[in-house]
């Protein structure tokens, strides 16, 4: 794979003379950028090093444009979780925000210019039946009810189907696990649970911890298949791993010994390992020799599918092996939670379901 | 340099191929579809605005194709590709130049919000603008297209777009939007009218698109202080008047057709709100093109 | 009744008057509404001093651009709680 199409990448790591890049290489990194959802963060981080007022206008609008997204996003974020609070505080489970909006609400740096559209919560399964009710209560509905859509995220998914306000359109993720109940890794969601680190300013509102925010990370980006903002989700690993590692001398330490609390040192393994090699994480060398304990049988395989997956979902960032690549990476997620003998008829339904939404589109 | 220096198999040929780079106004766009219908119009309507150089910094990849599949030949279709996205359903073969335009639109609308962009039509003399903000059916684009074509300055048609001081509005002149009985109205009544082809059966009807002046092409650098806001409405038979208008109910017109006031949040509310101190703000309501024309000439003459 | 009325602190909403109407943007909400004559001069009053709803009434009744018979005790209570539920004001 050619990294170095990947000039969003330079961009954000500050590989690049930014002064001395081309107009046609500014017109590849803000494709990029965009492509990735990830034309915010570079106006953050741009900003942070005080280069944006020196960039071109051209350049610089774009940029200073998709600040005003981010922000309206930032505030109905906060909007949002005050509505959940309201649902579920009503029935005494606590808000455990996951990802993006964790990221935003617990004011981290990855949360700065982070686009997403919906917000993740963590439920025990215990909790679920009467958290839904709750939610429903609130205004919150499966709009796109299928039974076997149904069925299929209530027996192998680690989170229910997504729930849309029926007045203000949000959409709300509800996950009672990290990993799916059938996952070769197992999370164990009490452990979690044990180790929430409360908001400021927000009562019954809590994030992960912020080893837990990492290691949840890398298990969704590298088990759970879904790359479309593959690359987007590597910089908030490179981003969280920055920060918290700055803050806690004994990051590392914590990082290590709770990946193998939890299971996950293949996750992490792939995590610190493309975090480094696409952005420059900086890695202390002895950690990243403890980490090599989670490589996969076959590491150059591996780095022939995540190397082509993680990259910006743009075209010029494309190989003709990219799509194979990204395919073949969500079989395996599947592989990963169904026997195969289930996996096969449910893969055929979905490519079936998809053609038949695409010729639904034509007819219209 | 602009597309009327190449000539129009040029111009076609390039388009078909790696596509072509031009400015519009404050943009550069750049444009690639296998269609000779498309390029044609293009090279027509859009003959005085500059070329731009491919490798130069492109905010807008656009793309018209016919999809892939059956709907290629069968009852053929055609898509928008924003860079590789499409953010919209197909839509018949023969709207495939409309639908250049109103995806045009939507490029500016849906990622420039570093301006405040307002739904409206905006013209102007001597450097005070007229924003025109309607919904369809109003007659704005009629009454538009008139005072264009008798010597006001087209800054948009379709979008005005202000520094969010809301001390200028931007131009950005493109092929006007006549819908229906529209488009003979001015045909009949400006014989240096230039149009594009006439397509039936879209969304709004019959459209087709009226080239923008030279002049107003060639000055599209040149800002405009907001002076009026006026709500024009064509009522066939009715007395031309033009009635001063709530301020605060002016406000909560606009910021119903800007395309941006919420995601601007507090900033479009301020942004607003200087518009609003700045301009005065009428109802407009005619029947006759001679009597508007009028209207809108001494408006200008009075400040 | 006995209730103390005021306007909340300026960093909660913006607020804007031309002649007689005016225009309200909530932070919180992220909403706009018009506010009509009586809204406008009500929240003028309400942002200089507190007042409880009689005294409100009163003030209302005198400004020559509002129409008297309309300032009713009714009216006025009715448009306080709306602005009260939109986080406007406060009361006490």
């Known amino acids: 794979m050619d990294i170095s199409k990947n000039k969003l990448s330079l961009a954000l790591s500050s590989s690049l003379n930014l002064e001395q890049v081309s107009c046609s290489d500014w017109d590849l990194i803000i494709r990029q950028a965009r492509a990735s959802n990830l034309l915010c963060k570079l106006y953050f981080l741009l900003k942070q090093r005080g280069v944006v007022d020196r960039l071109p206008m051209e350049v610089s609008r774009h940029l200073q444009a998709s600040q005003f997204l981010g922000a309206n996003l930032c505030r109905s974020v906060f909007r949002e979780v005050d509505y959940i609070n309201a649902a579920l505080k009503s029935i005494d489970l606590p808000v455990v925000l996951l990802k993006g909006a964790a990221y935003v609400v617990r004011g981290a740096e990855a949360g700065n210019g982070r686009l997403f559209s919906d917000i993740d919560i963590l439920v025990e399964k215990k909790h679920l039946e009467k958290a839904e009710e709750s939610l429903k209560h609130h205004g919150w509905f499966n709009n796109d009810y299928d039974e076997y859509n149904e069925k299929y995220y209530r027996t192998w998914m680690h989170e229910i189907p997504a729930l849309t306000h029926i007045k203000r359109d949000s959409v709300l993720d509800v996950h009672h696990a990290i990993t799916p109940p059938t996952s070769n890794i197992k999370s ?3 452990k979690l649970i044990c180790n929430l680190e409360s908001i400021e300013g927000m009562e019954n509102v809590f994030t992960l911890s912020s080893v837990d925010l990492i290691l949840h990370s890398a298990v969704h980006l590298f088990q759970d298949g879904e790359f479309d903002h593959g690359f987007r989700d590597l910089v908030d690993l490179d981003s969280l791993i920055r920060e918290f590692s700055e803050q806690d001398e004994i990051f590392w330490e914590r990082l290590t010994n709770r990946s193998v609390e939890l299971g996950f040192q293949r996750p992490i393994y792939y995590a610190i390992k493309y975090a480094k090699l696409f952005l420059n994480t900086p890695i202390p060398h002895a950690w990243l020799q403890r980490i090599e304990k989670g490589r996969p049988t076959f590491p150059t395989l591996m780095d022939f599918f995540f190397g082509r997956a993680l990259m910006p979902a743009h075209s010029t960032c494309d190989d003709r092996f990219t799509s194979f690549a990204r395919w073949a990476l969500y079989i395996r997620a599947h592989y990963l ?13 979905k490519a079936y379901m998809k053609r038949m939404e695409k010729n639904k589109t034509a007819a219209e | 340099m602009n597309i009327g ?10 388009i078909q191929q790696e596509g072509v780079a031009f400015r519009v106004a404050g943009f550069v766009v750049k444009l690639q579809t296998p269609f000779a219908d498309v390029g044609k119009c293009i090279y027509l309507l859009y003959f005085d605005f500059p070329l731009a150089d491919l490798n130069s910094f492109i905010d807008f990849h656009m793309e018209i194709v016919p999809p892939k599949g059956v709907r290629r030949w069968y009852c053929p279709q055609v898509e928008f590709y924003f860079d590789g996205f499409r953010p919209f359903k197909p839509l018949p073969r023969d709207q495939a130049y409309a639908m250049f335009e109103w995806s045009f639109n939507w490029c500016v609308a849906n990622h420039m919000h570093n301006y405040f962009i307002v739904h409206a039509a905006v013209v102007d003399k001597d450097d005070k603008c007229i924003i025109m903000p309607a919904p369809p059916g109003s007659g704005k684009s009629t009454l538009c297209a008139s005072l264009v074509m008798s010597g006001w300055r087209l800054l948009s048609d379709e979008l005005a777009l202000l520094d969010l001081q809301s001390e200028h509005v931007y131009p950005i002149p493109r092929p006007i939007n006549l819908k229906n009985n529209s488009i003979d109205i001015i045909r009949n009544r400006f014989s240096n009218a230039v149009f594009g082809p006439i397509i039936k059966d879209t969304a709004k009807g019959t459209v ?13 650098s040149r800002v405009s202080k907001p002076t009026w806001i006026i709500f024009p409405k064509y009522l066939a038979g009715s007395e031309t008047s033009l009635l001063k208008r709530s301020k605060a109910q002016t406000f909560m017109e606009v910021a119903k057709n800007a395309f941006n006031y919420t995601v601007l949040g507090r900033d479009g509310f301020q942004t607003l709100v200087k518009l609003i101190d700045a301009c005065d703000c009428y109802d407009f309501c005619y029947s006759n093109i001679d009597d508007a024309l009028e209207e809108f000439d001494k408006l200008r003459e009075s400040k | 009744m006995t209730e103390t009325w005021s306007a909340r602190p300026s960093e909660f909403y913006e607020f804007k008057s031309w002649g007689s109407d005016g225009v309200i943007f909530l932070c919180d909400s992220g909403d706009t ?14 942002q200089s001093s507190s007042f409880q709803l009689i005294d409100l009434v009163r003030e ?13 005790p009714n009216s006025v209570l009715g448009l306080l709680t709306e602005l009260y539920y939109l986080g406007i004001l406060s009361k006490k």
């Not at chain 2, 220096?5 to 390039?14: C, P, T, V």
């Not at chain 2, 087709?208 to 599209?220: D, I, M, N, Q, T």
């Not at chain 3, 509404?33 to 309400?46: K, S």
């Not at chain 3, 209302?60 to 009713?72: H, K, V």
């Open chain 1, 337 to 349: 939670r169904m026997p195969l003998y289930l996996l096969i008829p449910h893969l055929i339904r």
């Open chain 1, 188 to 190: 164990n969601t009490g």
């Open chain 2, 5 to 14: 220096s190449l000539s129009e198999k040029e111009f076609i040929s390039a």
């Open chain 2, 208 to 220: 087709s698109h009226l080239k923008p002046p030279e002049g107003s092409v060639l000055s599209a």
């Open chain 3, 60 to 72: 209302l009744s005198l400004s020559p651009a509002l129409d008297a018979e309309s300032i009713t």
């Open chain 3, 33 to 46: 509404h018009l506010l009509n004559p009586m809204g406008v001069q009500a929240l003028e009053l309400l």
